[in-house]
């Protein structure tokens, strides 16, 4: 698509060199072909070095734009980059077994469906009523139980295991909300990672990350019912018990162990080797490896512990 | 079915004019083709008011029964409630493509499967693996993806989106118990309602009401893994966040947004523009809007927060 | 596999008479043709009892062993376990319809994937896209709605419903870490058993025993969205709410009911017709029959209403 063009969906004015656009990035990661938005002040340090073709962008920002990137000025940024994600969504297709690349030794039950594009490892085993979307990359000796679904886009590992019914790269929650309360959605382009010997449970769901990748990395575990949130980073050898839940853009270290029905908010980020107890809930970054964490607020066990003693005397 | 063997099926006695009853509903909504019935105290007010052609009843509350209405006498009148709804339980169909309508520029995936009597708009994709029961009716530019179940009789309106394996219509957990501890199911022959522009996320389930309607307004949002139970009303533009929990017949005003892992009990209102923080537990009316509560049991946001700082200082 | 094999498999040393062996099982269960394991300090008093063929083992516990089992003496038994454990999981096998066996009256869609050896008894329905793995057996009058998953060798009895995307018999979460935080999967070799008029939602979870069954019994109701872990049994008649969490080898008596989001830690004995209300947290036995409990830590209902009064003070 054309900058040109995009000026004119966000109904703002346009006079520079127009040029042909790929996507939508953050201002971190957008290249010379990519439009960015600013819509937290949060953001605003990361503006003076973005490589964006172009930025989305209240006009009170705007001197603080590159000359490299042109101003693509609006009243609510947000909400503008919701509405021209829409554009470069991609076309939802459906298409056949005959398309997709299967491995030597790989079953792929004939009610599975694979699309277009989608390329299977060597020894993989698909079930019954799997569905592979486009473009989608499986390694070797992999095994989907039935049901579970991945959608496009997504990268799986070799040796790893989903179990029936779990959804892999699911849109994530993204919406801007305007003054009369009425959401526009944010088109979830990116995908899903799954390192190699990655565990998945049953009834799952991993959400496709806004831009670039949710990333479960190599050897976790993530028992049922879990769900992870786009953008998220899941640690080498993680375990994430049943019912878990993350919420957006948030990184566990290596080797952390969530408890079931334990959570996190979102945009966090949690030491290595952090184990905390079921039912707890992070609200805050954990920055020192290796211990044990319970309750909601989260506190250390041994407080915790303590907490519960006090309680009880309490009632007495 | 005939009122007669209604009382046949109930083992109660039956001496006034027969009737054909259509099936089953509240003492409020009931017709004057429908039976109803009063299992619980909080309902004896609307007995007086009653147009249904018979209400299954207890012996001591049979005075208060309009002369329009037959009664229905039993021991257990919820247990005699369960019993019944079996009888206007359609029977599960389950046939072919051939038989659903749909309309133009929608796209049906071959391993889809459309129940008899399903009506699609148009625009619309459905992915492989959908399941779309008897008589549903889909509204236009509304896209299923893979494995999402939608059972007979639900209503989805104009450009929803539905994640992949969530369930739209599955019974609501409704049954009597006797005194020996065992229990008989109420079959649910209501439905669900989405709106206009709901996006529902993946592997969640919003229950069929047992009688009338489950709805989700108009712009609401719920992502994956929330539970909707029976006869619940979701609010224009209400924000579920992921593994939410709704128990039965319980209404959210509009805009009222819910953080992960939040829940509430059932038969309780929430007034619009209330947010609920992350794990917060509903479990008593929310009269005023605007505002934000947290904790279980739940409390205003700020009133939990200085408890926080009262339990930290109890601590030291 | 011969039992010289499998020290081959471990690197232990072996010169005791060659057997075969047929599979794994705990010490408590093993007979004669079947290898254990001790991996916890837990279950030394199960060794003197075994009957295994042969038992995994560090070298300080041989002396507990009876001469009657060969011990498989390694430095990590856990481990051990697990890497055997791959060994005697059956090859997964994904065949077509004609080799099931269905009763009279039964309707199975074509949708619908039935494996090998399956046997299905009357008047059942299967809907589309149902997956029923190897040598599942399933009784007379059950429904089962579309996109569910049965895994092979799962037991459902007569009279049970099983709603949409439902997985009966995923593996449960099982895996031995070692020093440098890998992780290897114990497979998981048992199965689920549904007794009769089982009524389970949709998007539940139960999953299958590492040996042995995990066993829910005659009469019990599970929303949706629940997790069920190995090796559990709930009792007769018990009630699960949505979003209920079950760990692994917790036991619920007859009539147990545990309220939406509740949940339990592993390996615990809950008392019959106990309740749990909404969000409670079980961390200890129950012992006493008849009682409610909330909160977490868990405490007596009634408790639980001081605390909250308790805490109300506080803030004032």
């Given amino acids: 698509m054309k900058l040109s063009q995009i000026a004119t969906i966000l109904q703002t004015e346009f006079n520079a060199n127009d040029v042909e656009i790929s996507g939508m990035n953050t201002l971190k990661d957008a290249n010379a072909n990519e439009v960015s938005f600013v819509a937290n002040a ?49 076309v939802i297709e459906d298409e056949t077994l005959a398309a997709a690349i299967v491995g030597e030794g790989t079953k ?3 009610k599975a469906e694979l699309a277009k594009g989608a390329v299977i490892g060597k020894n993989c085993t698909i079930l019954a009523h799997v569905y592979i979307g486009t473009n989608v990359r499986i390694g070797d000796n992999t095994v989907i139980y039935p049901n579970a679904t991945v959608y496009r886009d997504c990268v799986i590992g070799n040796d790893c295991m989903i179990h029936a019914n779990s959804v892999i790269g699911s849109d994530g929650f993204g919406f801007a909300t305007n003054n009369r309360g009425e959401h ?19 009834n799952t769901s991993i959400d496709r990350a806004v831009f670039g990748s949710t990333r479960v990395k190599k050897g976790s575990r993530i028992d049922n019912l879990v769900q992870v949130g786009h953008n998220c980073e899941i640690g080498e050898y993680s375990v994430m018990a049943a019912q878990v839940g993350l919420a957006g853009s948030t990184t566990l270290g290596r080797n952390v162990v969530m408890g079931g029905q334990s959570a996190s908010a979102g945009h966090l980020s949690v030491a290595p080797f952090t184990t905390i107890a079921g039912k707890g809930g992070i609200s805050n970054d954990i920055k020192e490896s290796g211990k044990t964490f319970a309750g909601f607020p989260l506190m250390e066990h041994r407080a915790w512990l303590k907490l519960q003693v006090k309680i009880a005397r309490l009632l007495k």
């Fill in 42 to 90: 949060k953001y605003i340090k990361d503006i003076k070095d973005t490589n964006a073709a172009a930025v989305i962008i209240s006009a009170d920002l705007v001197k603080h734009l590159p000359k490299t990137s042109v101003a693509l000025v609006v009243p609510h940024s947000y909400i503008a980059m919701a509405q021209l994600s829409k554009y470069f969504a991609p």
């Fill in 108 to 110: 792929v039950s004939p």
């Fill in 184 to 202: 526009t959605k944010i088109y979830q382009n990116g995908n899903v990672v799954l390192e190699d010997d990655v565990e998945i449970g049953s």
